[in-house]
């Protein structure tokens, strides 16, 4: 059983580094950590903190934020935003990007892939037998490296894919053999680029973007960490851009300038 030093010492350094406030969830942190810790070979969580925070264990850190992050997601989460992405903001970008046709759609939490696949597939639909003269591909980052292994491998249960739109399942997956399991096509697949990311970092865009997918994430994080990082969101996004949060996370109006279109979709000013 984890000490009461060791989990301070823990949920520190999960604060300070990726956000993640665990301050109250000793159990948890302890039911998730210790078989593996112990099957690494470490003889207690200090040992194993040791090695997390000299930076000498890249196996030691990605053991910690894999088994330490909530990473539930499904096909069709929150539908609402996809519907409201596809009738309001993709139509405006349509016109608005009609000149260079590159759209920069970014999903910061992405998980297991199920949210930046519904992205493309949205894009897909709207854009039709013109997808091919723009570029729309969607950047997918997690702070996971299990996750996004998952994701980028593109494989889910049938049950998974049950509330899918028929035609989208049929067009974006195929069955694997034993009929249980479905896999992403390339087409769908070409469209997302998934790449590891701490929200907490500097972002390292060269370009702004034009639509923001933060769901789910930010109910992890103290108010303190969620202002900063909706600063940096706003900073990031083009005049005009969309940030959608998950619908039952809440943003301090006062906070930051964004214009309140429903409780979790949120606009940059335009011009
Ligand atoms: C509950 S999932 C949400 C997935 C998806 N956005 C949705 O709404 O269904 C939260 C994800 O945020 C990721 N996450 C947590 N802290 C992060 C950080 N500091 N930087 C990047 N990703 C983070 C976790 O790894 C996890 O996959």
Redesign the pocket.
Known sequence: MITDEEFVRITVYMKQ????DLSQKKVIVNGRLEKRVKAGGWKNFNEFMDDVESGKSDEAKKLL?NQL??????FM??FEHFDYFKQVVLPWLRVKESGKKDLRIW??????G??PYMIAMVLADFFGLEHDQWDTKVLA????TK?LQKAVEGIYNAEQLQNLPQQWKRHFFSKMPGGEQYKVKDVLKNEVIFRQ?????PFPFKRKMHTI?????M???DDRTKHELLRKIYDILEPGGYLFI?TTETLDRNEVPFQIIQPSIFRKKEG
């Open positions: 580094n990726y956000g993640i934020v992050t909530t990473n539930h997601t499904y989460r929150e999903c910061g939490a992405a998980s297991t199920e949210e980052t997690d702070i996971s996750v990311f701490n929200l907490m970092n997918f933060l769901r789910n994430v109910i992890y994080f998950g």
